[in-house]
């Protein structure tokens, strides 16, 4: 399967616990973006990143969250101290490189997180 | 105001009808326009992928843009079953790095 992977498909957690959720980028592409989707709101972006850097994180809470896209291995979207407001499904897509920034994003089906 | 606006629909229609979706949009900043099919329970998958103002055909599907209204809309020709999904408008702005989306509508094609 070369399509954006992500996982876990479910994960559930306590309030206090942390979550780790993973992105495998498409073959070829070199660009990450994370999104969150609320029941019945839209798609909304929370970061961006290239390999080793975060490009844009103008959508990522200030507190408990975190992103990483290091040198080998997938992307991790990191929530510490989970409360029930982030239940939601998380999004990862993934781009190719390229000089216009305005590439095609292709979005992995998501990580559906629950908070008892 | 939101900056993308989206009926959620439901919108049901009998096999082999057109359909037409649309959105609306306020920021005059945004320069590419896409739609997404989302069945349930499955990630957004890329449909349609145009840059500025115009028409574009893919089978059974049409994209138009029409800018000086900031409208868009997405046509499908002789619905099948298998069109029945969520489908998402999605915007961005020359060089930004970040989508925004419509909510969505909930189109359900009956056999």
């Known amino acids: 399967n070369a399509g954006v992977m992500q996982n ?16 495998s980028p498409m073959k070829g ?16 972006f929370m970061v961006y990143l290239q390999k080793e850097n975060i490009i844009d994180e103008s959508g990522m809470p200030k507190e408990r969250f975190s992103a990483e896209f290091p040198k080998e291995g997938p992307s991790i979207l990191r929530i510490q101290q989970v409360v029930r407001g982030d239940s939601a499904a998380y999004f990862c897509a993934s ?15 998501g990580t559906r997180l629950s908070i008892l | 105001q939101k ?11 009998p ?5 037409s979706l649309n959105c609306t949009y306020s920021n005059s900043a945004f320069q590419y326009f896409m739609w997404y099919r989302q069945y349930s329970r499955k990630g957004p998958e890329l449909l349609m992928y145009t840059y500025s103002s115009g028409n574009k055909e893919d089978g059974r599907f049409t994209a138009q843009v029409d800018k000086s209204s900031k409208y868009i809309s997405l046509f499908i020709r002789d619905s099948q079953p298998s069109d029945s999904a969520t489908y998402l408008c999605a915007m961005s ?14 189109l359900t094609v009956i056999p």
């Not at chain 1, 876990?8 to 780790?20: D, K, S, T, W």
């Not at chain 1, 781009?95 to 089906?109: A, E, I, L, V």
């Open chain 1, 8 to 23: 876990p498909r479910h994960l559930v957690r306590r309030r206090g616990q942390e979550a780790r959720l993973r992105c």
């Open chain 2, 93 to 106: 702005a020359v060089g930004a790095n970040n989508l925004f989306f419509g909510t969505g509508t909930r």
């Open chain 2, 15 to 19: 096999e082999g009808a057109i359909v």
């Open chain 1, 29 to 44: 592409h070199s660009h990450v973006y994370w999104y969150r989707q609320l029941p019945e709101e839209g798609l909304k």
């Open chain 2, 3 to 13: 900056e993308v606006e989206q009926d959620p629909g439901p919108l049901s229609v």
């Open chain 1, 95 to 109: 781009s190719p490189p390229g000089q216009n920034s305005n590439q095609p994003q292709h979005f992995g089906d």
